[in-house]
């Protein structure tokens, strides 16, 4: 059992790394030129500072899951060395992936947020719709976004994953023996 969950995480790590990959390459590269009155204007993800934001996010979350994959051979072989020491290798990859899936899931909620801004536009801060004119900007934005909020969601598995494997570690019977004192 303990092989197939190893399987299971591993591959759920190579599919966020090839979400979170793709959202920052969808937002890195996308822009759109359009002429505008005779003027040349562009849309570029370094116009809103949140898709910015989301590609530093998302490289280095990818690159966090791509370590840990890599490192996953050194973890099975620490675990028959000593147990004290694999409980806090255990308990430092559940607090670094909780870390992970907060800060990727932020992440693309502050450019979901950010996004829609430029969808709808505002009046009171006379922010004009980009939709209207750079549509094909506003269409792979929001496809990145899709895929960063699924590989969000396959990182709250391997998150749950890892508590799992931690907690596991803790026999119940010294939890009903501290319970009792």
């Not at 530093?56 to 840990?68: F, H, P």
């Not at 147990?83 to 992440?107: E, H, M, N, T």
């Not at 009171?124 to 094909?136: D, G, I, L, P, V």
């Amino acid at each position: 059992m303990e092989f197939s969950i190893q399987k299971a995480e591993a591959f759920l790590r190579l599919c966020a790394i090839l979400l979170l990959v793709l959202t920052a390459c969808l937002v890195g590269f996308d822009s759109q030129t359009k002429v505008i009155f005779y003027v040349e204007k562009k849309a570029s993800f370094k116009d809103l500072r949140a898709l910015i934001g989301l590609v530093y996010i998302t490289s280095l979350a990818a690159a966090y899951n791509l370590v840990q994959l890599s490192c996953y051979s050194f973890s099975t072989r620490c675990k028959g060395s000593s147990l004290q020491s694999y409980k806090y290798l255990a308990w430092l990859r559940y607090v670094l992936d909780q870390a992970a899936v907060y800060v990727v899931f932020a992440g693309n909620f502050a450019a979901f947020e950010h996004s829609l801004l430029v969808v709808t536009g505002e009046e009171n801060f006379q922010w004009m719709k980009w939709c209207n004119k750079y549509t094909r900007f506003c269409f792979q934005i929001g496809g990145s976004l899709l895929c960063g909020f699924v590989a969000s969601l396959i990182m709250v598995f391997i998150a749950s994953i890892s508590a799992f494997n931690l907690f596991r570690l803790f026999s119940p019977k010294k939890f009903l023996l501290l319970k009792a004192t």
